[in-house]
Protein backbone atom coordinates (compact mmCIF):
# COMPACT_ATOMS: atom_id res chain seq x y z
CA UNK A 1 0.00 0.00 0.00
CA UNK A 2 0.91 3.28 -0.95
CA UNK A 3 0.70 6.21 2.07
CA UNK A 4 1.48 9.74 1.13
CA UNK A 5 1.99 11.96 4.46
CA UNK A 6 1.50 15.66 4.03
CA UNK A 7 4.15 17.48 6.48
CA UNK A 8 6.92 16.56 6.96
CA UNK A 9 7.76 18.13 10.27
CA UNK A 10 7.08 17.14 13.79
CA UNK A 11 3.90 14.56 13.13
CA UNK A 12 4.83 14.08 9.57
CA UNK A 13 8.35 12.53 9.85
CA UNK A 14 7.22 10.61 12.77
CA UNK A 15 4.76 8.84 11.24
CA UNK A 16 6.31 8.06 8.09
CA UNK A 17 9.35 6.90 10.39
CA UNK A 18 6.84 3.86 11.78
CA UNK A 19 4.46 3.41 8.72
CA UNK A 20 7.82 2.94 6.57
CA UNK A 21 8.59 -0.06 7.76
CA UNK A 22 4.85 -1.55 6.39
CA UNK A 23 3.96 0.85 3.74
CA UNK A 24 5.74 2.77 0.53
CA UNK A 25 5.73 5.98 1.99
CA UNK A 26 6.11 9.23 0.38
CA UNK A 27 7.04 12.60 2.24
CA UNK A 28 5.31 15.58 0.98
CA UNK A 29 6.14 18.60 1.83
CA UNK A 30 6.42 22.45 0.40
CA UNK A 31 9.32 23.44 1.89
CA UNK A 32 12.66 22.10 -0.78
CA UNK A 33 15.09 22.47 1.66
CA UNK A 34 13.43 20.10 3.70
CA UNK A 35 12.90 17.72 1.17
CA UNK A 36 16.69 17.45 0.05
CA UNK A 37 17.84 17.01 2.86
CA UNK A 38 15.11 14.41 3.71
CA UNK A 39 16.11 12.38 0.67
CA UNK A 40 19.83 12.37 2.35
CA UNK A 41 18.65 10.42 4.62
CA UNK A 42 18.86 13.26 7.35
CA UNK A 43 16.27 13.72 9.69
CA UNK A 44 15.25 16.88 11.43
CA UNK A 45 13.13 15.78 14.07
CA UNK A 46 14.46 14.64 17.33
CA UNK A 47 13.44 11.02 17.85
CA UNK A 48 13.45 10.12 14.30
CA UNK A 49 16.87 8.78 13.22
CA UNK A 50 18.51 9.57 10.16
CA UNK A 51 19.89 5.26 10.28
CA UNK A 52 16.06 4.61 10.03
CA UNK A 53 14.99 6.89 7.27
CA UNK A 54 18.08 5.59 5.20
CA UNK A 55 17.50 2.25 5.74
CA UNK A 56 13.43 3.14 4.92
CA UNK A 57 15.27 4.83 1.49
CA UNK A 58 17.65 2.07 1.13
CA UNK A 59 14.65 -0.16 1.24
CA UNK A 60 12.76 1.76 -1.44
CA UNK A 61 9.96 2.62 0.72
CA UNK A 62 10.40 6.19 1.88
CA UNK A 63 11.29 9.22 -0.12
CA UNK A 64 10.53 12.63 -0.14
CA UNK A 65 8.95 15.45 -2.28
CA UNK A 66 7.39 18.44 -3.19
CA UNK A 67 5.85 17.52 -6.23
CA UNK A 68 1.85 16.78 -6.28
CA UNK A 69 2.67 14.37 -8.99
CA UNK A 70 4.59 11.52 -6.79
CA UNK A 71 1.12 11.15 -4.71
CA UNK A 72 -1.52 10.71 -7.94
CA UNK A 73 -1.63 7.55 -7.03
CA UNK A 74 -1.32 7.03 -3.31
CA UNK A 75 -3.99 4.48 -1.36
CA UNK A 76 -4.24 6.79 1.79
CA UNK A 77 -3.53 9.92 2.54
CA UNK A 78 -2.16 11.60 5.92
CA UNK A 79 -2.54 15.33 6.81
CA UNK A 80 0.00 16.84 9.38
CA UNK A 81 0.65 20.34 8.50
CA UNK A 82 0.53 23.18 11.31
CA UNK A 83 -2.53 24.58 12.53
CA UNK A 84 -1.40 28.10 13.74
CA UNK A 85 -3.21 30.95 15.14
CA UNK A 86 -3.88 33.98 12.48
CA UNK A 87 -2.73 37.46 14.16
CA UNK A 88 -6.03 37.85 15.90
CA UNK A 89 -5.02 35.16 17.71
CA UNK A 90 -8.12 32.59 15.96
CA UNK A 91 -7.69 29.28 14.89
CA UNK A 92 -5.55 29.27 10.99
CA UNK A 93 -6.89 26.95 8.77
CA UNK A 94 -4.67 28.07 5.57
CA UNK A 95 -2.06 25.24 6.00
CA UNK A 96 -4.97 22.82 6.29
CA UNK A 97 -6.80 24.48 3.37
CA UNK A 98 -3.99 23.96 1.16
CA UNK A 99 -3.55 20.03 2.10
CA UNK A 100 -6.87 20.12 0.94
CA UNK A 101 -6.07 21.72 -2.39
CA UNK A 102 -3.13 19.29 -2.84
CA UNK A 103 -5.17 16.04 -2.31
CA UNK A 104 -8.11 17.90 -4.11
CA UNK A 105 -6.60 18.28 -7.57
CA UNK A 106 -4.19 15.97 -7.76
CA UNK A 107 -5.71 12.41 -6.25
CA UNK A 108 -8.36 11.23 -8.52
CA UNK A 109 -8.92 7.49 -7.30
CA UNK A 110 -11.15 6.98 -4.23
CA UNK A 111 -8.29 6.99 -1.21
CA UNK A 112 -8.63 6.81 2.98
CA UNK A 113 -7.54 10.76 4.10
CA UNK A 114 -6.50 11.03 7.52
CA UNK A 115 -6.61 14.26 9.16
CA UNK A 116 -3.51 14.30 12.16
CA UNK A 117 -3.27 17.89 12.67
CA UNK A 118 -4.89 19.83 15.68
CA UNK A 119 -8.06 21.26 15.29
CA UNK A 120 -11.74 21.90 16.81
CA UNK A 121 -14.39 19.81 16.66
CA UNK A 122 -16.32 19.64 13.46
CA UNK A 123 -12.87 20.31 11.34
CA UNK A 124 -13.02 17.07 9.24
CA UNK A 125 -16.76 16.96 8.74
CA UNK A 126 -17.57 20.74 7.57
CA UNK A 127 -14.25 21.60 6.53
CA UNK A 128 -11.78 19.35 5.34
CA UNK A 129 -14.01 16.87 3.40
CA UNK A 130 -16.00 20.24 1.75
CA UNK A 131 -12.47 21.67 0.40
CA UNK A 132 -11.43 18.62 -0.88
CA UNK A 133 -14.50 18.05 -2.51
CA UNK A 134 -14.45 21.67 -3.97
CA UNK A 135 -10.90 21.50 -5.12
CA UNK A 136 -11.27 18.22 -6.73
CA UNK A 137 -12.26 18.01 -10.55
CA UNK A 138 -14.20 15.18 -11.03
CA UNK A 139 -16.74 13.55 -8.40
CA UNK A 140 -14.49 11.09 -6.47
CA UNK A 141 -15.78 10.02 -3.12
CA UNK A 142 -13.08 9.94 -0.90
CA UNK A 143 -12.95 7.92 2.97
CA UNK A 144 -12.07 10.29 5.46
CA UNK A 145 -11.24 9.80 9.48
CA UNK A 146 -9.30 11.63 12.04
CA UNK A 147 -6.82 10.64 14.20
CA UNK A 148 -5.00 13.28 16.33
CA UNK A 149 -1.45 13.07 17.12
CA UNK A 150 -0.04 12.40 20.43
CA UNK A 151 4.03 12.71 19.66
CA UNK A 152 5.62 14.48 22.76
CA UNK A 153 8.85 15.29 20.87
CA UNK A 154 12.09 14.76 22.42
CA UNK A 155 10.20 11.55 24.65
CA UNK A 156 11.69 8.39 24.61
CA UNK A 157 9.63 6.15 26.81
CA UNK A 158 6.48 6.94 24.81
CA UNK A 159 5.98 6.79 21.17
CA UNK A 160 3.51 5.57 18.18
CA UNK A 161 4.07 2.36 19.57
CA UNK A 162 2.92 2.94 22.88
CA UNK A 163 0.95 5.54 23.41
CA UNK A 164 -2.96 4.44 22.92
CA UNK A 165 -4.02 6.37 19.35
CA UNK A 166 -7.82 8.15 19.20
CA UNK A 167 -9.58 7.32 16.28
CA UNK A 168 -13.18 7.85 14.12
CA UNK A 169 -13.89 7.82 10.51
CA UNK A 170 -17.18 9.45 9.56
CA UNK A 171 -18.16 6.13 7.69
CA UNK A 172 -17.83 2.69 9.04
CA UNK A 173 -15.65 1.67 6.43
CA UNK A 174 -13.51 4.82 7.03
CA UNK A 175 -12.63 3.39 10.60
CA UNK A 176 -11.81 0.04 9.37
CA UNK A 177 -9.34 1.14 7.19
CA UNK A 178 -8.15 3.82 10.05
CA UNK A 179 -7.59 0.91 12.24
CA UNK A 180 -6.18 -1.64 9.53
CA UNK A 181 -3.71 1.36 8.72
CA UNK A 182 -2.24 2.50 12.53
CA UNK A 183 -2.79 -1.35 13.60
CA UNK A 184 0.45 -2.41 11.86
CA UNK A 185 2.41 0.30 14.34
CA UNK A 186 0.53 1.27 17.26
CA UNK A 187 -0.22 -1.52 19.99
CA UNK A 188 -3.58 0.25 21.40
CA UNK A 189 -6.40 1.70 18.79
CA UNK A 190 -9.34 3.48 20.82
CA UNK A 191 -12.10 3.98 18.42
CA UNK A 192 -14.74 7.19 19.14
CA UNK A 193 -18.25 7.37 18.35
CA UNK A 194 -17.61 10.49 15.95
CA UNK A 195 -15.01 12.58 14.63
CA UNK A 196 -15.94 15.73 16.88
CA UNK A 197 -15.51 13.58 19.88
CA UNK A 198 -11.79 12.87 18.71
CA UNK A 199 -11.03 16.36 17.79
CA UNK A 200 -12.63 17.37 20.99
CA UNK A 201 -10.01 14.79 22.93
CA UNK A 202 -7.08 15.87 21.57
CA UNK A 203 -7.59 19.96 22.19
CA UNK A 204 -8.84 19.19 26.22
CA UNK A 205 -5.74 17.48 26.54
CA UNK A 206 -3.66 19.94 26.16
CA UNK A 207 -6.10 22.61 27.74
CA UNK A 208 -5.98 20.21 30.93
CA UNK A 209 -2.05 20.79 30.86
CA UNK A 210 -2.03 24.82 29.69
CA UNK A 211 -5.17 25.23 32.90
CA UNK A 212 -2.91 23.14 35.20
CA UNK A 213 0.74 25.12 34.50
CA UNK A 214 -1.35 28.58 34.84
CA UNK A 215 -2.47 27.49 37.73
CA UNK A 216 0.92 26.50 39.23
CA UNK A 217 2.58 29.61 37.99
CA UNK A 218 0.03 31.54 39.68
CA UNK A 219 0.56 29.13 42.71
CA UNK A 220 4.26 30.38 42.37
CA UNK A 221 3.52 33.54 42.77
CA UNK A 222 1.52 33.17 45.32
CA UNK A 223 4.11 31.17 47.45
CA UNK A 224 6.52 33.57 47.14
CA UNK A 225 4.37 36.23 48.49
CA UNK A 226 4.12 34.20 51.64
CA UNK A 227 7.41 33.38 51.70
CA UNK A 228 7.24 29.10 50.80
CA UNK A 229 9.39 27.07 48.68
CA UNK A 230 7.27 26.44 45.79
CA UNK A 231 9.00 23.46 45.00
CA UNK A 232 8.95 21.83 48.99
CA UNK A 233 4.88 23.01 48.56
CA UNK A 234 4.27 20.79 45.59
CA UNK A 235 6.38 17.75 46.37
CA UNK A 236 4.13 18.03 49.83
CA UNK A 237 1.07 17.70 48.07
CA UNK A 238 2.45 14.95 45.93
CA UNK A 239 2.99 12.46 48.45
CA UNK A 240 -1.44 12.69 48.44
CA UNK A 241 -1.43 9.00 46.61
CA UNK A 242 -4.78 10.26 44.55
CA UNK A 243 -7.02 13.31 43.56
CA UNK A 244 -3.20 15.29 42.44
CA UNK A 245 -1.01 15.62 39.70
CA UNK A 246 2.20 17.19 40.08
CA UNK A 247 2.75 20.76 37.91
CA UNK A 248 6.13 22.39 38.21
CA UNK A 249 6.09 26.45 37.32
CA UNK A 250 8.03 28.30 34.63
CA UNK A 251 8.66 31.25 32.16
CA UNK A 252 5.21 30.46 30.51
CA UNK A 253 4.18 27.57 27.82
CA UNK A 254 5.55 26.72 24.72
CA UNK A 255 5.53 24.69 21.51
CA UNK A 256 2.92 24.45 18.99
CA UNK A 257 0.66 22.50 21.08
CA UNK A 258 -0.33 23.99 24.74
CA UNK A 259 0.01 28.02 23.99
CA UNK A 260 -1.73 26.92 20.78
CA UNK A 261 -4.63 24.22 21.08
CA UNK A 262 -6.28 25.66 24.27
CA UNK A 263 -7.58 28.82 22.21
CA UNK A 264 -9.01 26.94 19.20
CA UNK A 265 -11.18 25.21 22.45
CA UNK A 266 -11.96 28.60 23.03
CA UNK A 267 -12.55 29.78 19.69
CA UNK A 268 -15.41 27.22 18.87
CA UNK A 269 -17.03 27.23 22.40
CA UNK A 270 -17.42 30.76 22.05
CA UNK A 271 -18.51 30.69 18.49
CA UNK A 272 -21.48 28.41 19.87
CA UNK A 273 -22.32 30.52 22.43
CA UNK A 274 -20.34 28.54 25.64
CA UNK A 275 -18.01 31.04 27.60
CA UNK A 276 -14.67 29.63 28.11
CA UNK A 277 -12.87 32.38 30.64
CA UNK A 278 -11.26 29.55 32.16
CA UNK A 279 -9.32 28.89 29.18
CA UNK A 280 -9.36 32.56 28.20
CA UNK A 281 -8.02 33.26 31.62
CA UNK A 282 -5.05 30.37 31.56
CA UNK A 283 -3.44 31.55 28.55
CA UNK A 284 -3.06 35.06 30.40
CA UNK A 285 -1.65 34.07 33.26
CA UNK A 286 0.80 31.68 31.50
CA UNK A 287 2.09 34.78 29.37
CA UNK A 288 2.46 37.14 31.90
CA UNK A 289 4.96 35.00 33.80
CA UNK A 290 7.66 36.44 31.17
CA UNK A 291 6.54 39.97 33.14
CA UNK A 292 6.78 38.30 36.62
CA UNK A 293 10.03 36.79 35.93
CA UNK A 294 11.66 40.05 34.91
CA UNK A 295 10.07 41.54 37.53
CA UNK A 296 11.89 39.66 39.96
CA UNK A 297 14.93 39.71 38.25
CA UNK A 298 14.61 43.75 38.44
CA UNK A 299 13.63 43.86 42.33
CA UNK A 300 16.72 41.52 42.96
CA UNK A 301 19.50 44.26 40.99
CA UNK A 302 18.50 47.63 42.73
CA UNK A 303 15.29 48.03 40.76
CA UNK A 304 17.02 48.89 37.28
CA UNK A 305 18.24 46.37 34.58
CA UNK A 306 18.86 49.61 32.35
CA UNK A 307 22.73 48.82 30.76
CA UNK A 308 22.46 45.37 32.52
CA UNK A 309 24.26 42.59 30.56
CA UNK A 310 21.42 39.46 30.82
CA UNK A 311 22.30 36.09 29.66
CA UNK A 312 19.18 34.02 29.07
CA UNK A 313 20.03 30.59 29.30
CA UNK A 314 18.04 27.86 27.68
CA UNK A 315 16.01 29.27 24.43
CA UNK A 316 14.05 26.08 23.46
CA UNK A 317 10.92 25.61 24.65
CA UNK A 318 11.37 22.49 26.29
CA UNK A 319 14.29 20.74 27.52
CA UNK A 320 16.72 18.21 25.20
CA UNK A 321 14.44 19.56 21.65
CA UNK A 322 15.55 22.51 19.88
CA UNK A 323 11.81 23.78 19.11
CA UNK A 324 11.60 27.62 19.86
CA UNK A 325 8.06 27.55 18.45
CA UNK A 326 6.31 29.82 20.98
CA UNK A 327 8.80 29.97 23.75
CA UNK A 328 8.69 31.62 26.60
CA UNK A 329 11.97 33.02 26.50
CA UNK A 330 10.81 35.65 23.36
CA UNK A 331 8.73 37.46 25.64
CA UNK A 332 11.04 37.65 28.66
CA UNK A 333 13.96 39.10 26.30
CA UNK A 334 11.29 41.88 24.93
CA UNK A 335 10.72 42.74 28.83
CA UNK A 336 14.42 42.73 29.12
CA UNK A 337 14.86 45.01 26.30
CA UNK A 338 12.22 47.09 26.85
CA UNK A 339 13.64 47.75 30.47
CA UNK A 340 17.07 48.64 29.02
CA UNK A 341 18.94 45.05 29.69
CA UNK A 342 21.76 43.98 27.38
CA UNK A 343 20.38 40.64 26.00
CA UNK A 344 22.05 37.43 24.85
CA UNK A 345 21.20 33.97 25.04
CA UNK A 346 22.95 30.60 25.51
CA UNK A 347 21.24 27.31 23.83
CA UNK A 348 23.48 24.84 22.93
CA UNK A 349 20.72 22.64 21.07
CA UNK A 350 19.18 25.68 19.53
CA UNK A 351 22.38 27.03 18.29
CA UNK A 352 21.07 29.97 15.99
CA UNK A 353 17.77 31.59 16.49
CA UNK A 354 16.23 34.91 14.76
CA UNK A 355 19.49 35.38 13.01
CA UNK A 356 21.41 35.86 16.12
CA UNK A 357 24.25 32.79 17.22
CA UNK A 358 24.00 30.92 20.65
CA UNK A 359 26.30 33.16 22.95
CA UNK A 360 28.94 31.76 25.38
CA UNK A 361 27.86 31.14 28.91
CA UNK A 362 29.96 32.93 31.21
CA UNK A 363 30.92 36.91 31.52
CA UNK A 364 27.37 38.41 32.23
CA UNK A 365 25.83 40.75 34.65
CA UNK A 366 22.81 38.41 35.11
CA UNK A 367 21.83 35.01 33.91
CA UNK A 368 18.04 34.10 33.55
CA UNK A 369 17.24 29.79 33.05
CA UNK A 370 14.58 29.45 30.85
CA UNK A 371 15.07 26.03 29.39
CA UNK A 372 17.62 23.56 31.10
CA UNK A 373 18.49 20.86 28.73
CA UNK A 374 20.75 18.14 29.76
CA UNK A 375 24.01 19.27 28.43
CA UNK A 376 24.43 21.95 29.79
CA UNK A 377 25.68 20.94 33.27
CA UNK A 378 24.37 22.93 36.69
CA UNK A 379 28.05 24.25 37.64
CA UNK A 380 28.44 25.99 34.36
CA UNK A 381 25.46 28.10 34.76
CA UNK A 382 26.05 28.61 38.38
CA UNK A 383 29.20 30.47 36.92
CA UNK A 384 28.00 32.47 34.18
CA UNK A 385 26.78 35.04 35.95
CA UNK A 386 27.14 37.03 39.68
CA UNK A 387 23.53 36.59 39.76
CA UNK A 388 21.25 33.76 38.62
CA UNK A 389 17.70 33.35 38.50
CA UNK A 390 16.80 29.95 37.94
CA UNK A 391 12.72 29.44 36.37
CA UNK A 392 13.01 25.53 36.13
CA UNK A 393 13.74 24.61 39.52
CA UNK A 394 16.81 22.44 38.84
CA UNK A 395 19.42 25.13 39.46
CA UNK A 396 19.64 24.76 43.44
CA UNK A 397 21.96 26.82 44.33
CA UNK A 398 20.28 29.92 41.92
CA UNK A 399 17.60 32.58 43.50
CA UNK A 400 14.10 31.30 41.30
CA UNK A 401 10.19 31.22 41.47
N1 LIG B 1 4.75 19.05 17.32
C1 LIG B 1 4.02 18.35 18.16
O1 LIG B 1 4.50 17.96 19.20
C2 LIG B 1 2.58 17.99 17.85
C3 LIG B 1 1.95 17.03 18.63
C4 LIG B 1 0.65 16.68 18.36
C5 LIG B 1 -0.03 17.31 17.33
N2 LIG B 1 0.59 18.27 16.59
C6 LIG B 1 -0.17 18.89 15.49
O2 LIG B 1 0.26 18.33 14.27
C7 LIG B 1 0.19 19.31 13.22
C8 LIG B 1 1.55 19.47 12.58
O3 LIG B 1 2.46 19.95 13.54
P1 LIG B 1 4.03 19.77 13.41
O4 LIG B 1 4.59 20.05 14.77
O5 LIG B 1 4.36 18.49 12.75
O6 LIG B 1 4.38 20.98 12.43
P2 LIG B 1 5.80 21.27 11.72
O7 LIG B 1 5.84 22.73 11.49
O8 LIG B 1 6.90 20.61 12.46
O9 LIG B 1 5.66 20.53 10.32
C9 LIG B 1 4.74 20.86 9.37
C10 LIG B 1 5.36 20.63 8.00
O10 LIG B 1 4.34 20.83 7.04
C11 LIG B 1 4.90 21.47 5.92
N3 LIG B 1 3.80 22.09 5.20
C12 LIG B 1 3.09 23.19 5.52
N4 LIG B 1 2.13 23.39 4.61
C13 LIG B 1 2.21 22.39 3.71
C14 LIG B 1 1.50 22.06 2.54
N5 LIG B 1 0.45 22.77 2.16
N6 LIG B 1 1.88 20.99 1.84
C15 LIG B 1 2.94 20.25 2.22
N7 LIG B 1 3.65 20.51 3.33
C16 LIG B 1 3.29 21.57 4.06
C17 LIG B 1 5.94 22.41 6.49
O11 LIG B 1 6.93 22.74 5.53
C18 LIG B 1 6.50 21.57 7.65
O12 LIG B 1 7.63 20.83 7.27
C19 LIG B 1 -0.33 20.58 13.88
O13 LIG B 1 -1.72 20.62 13.74
C20 LIG B 1 0.02 20.37 15.34
O14 LIG B 1 -0.82 21.09 16.21
C21 LIG B 1 1.89 18.61 16.81
Same mark, same amino acid.
Given at each position: ????????????????????????????????????? @??????????????????? *?? &??????????????? !????????????????????????????????? *???????????????????????? &?????????????????????????????????????????????????????????????????????? &????????????????????? *?????????????????????????? !??????????????????????????????????????????????????????????????????????????????????? @???????????????????????????????????????????????????????????????????????
Amino acid at each position: MKVAIIGQGYVGLTISAFAGEYFDVVGFDNNTKIVEQ @LNKGISHIEGVESSVLRSW *IK &AGRYRATNSVRDIAD !TDLVVIAVPTPLTSERKPDLTFIDAACRTIGEN *IKTPVLVINESTSFPGTLRNYIKP &AIEKYSTSRIEHLYAISPERVDPGRSDFNQRNTPRLFAGLTPEASVKTRDFYSRFCDQLVEVSSPEVAEA &AKLFENTFRQVNIALVNEFAQ *IAHALGISIYETLDAANTKPYGFMKF !TPSAGVGGHCIPVDPTYLAAVAEENGAPATFIRRANIVNLEMSEYIVNRVQADNDGSLQGKSVLVVGVAYKPNVADVRETAAE @LVIKHLRDRGAVVSWHDEVVGSWHGESSAPLSGADIAIVITKHDVVSERDILASAPYIFDTTGKVAEAKGL
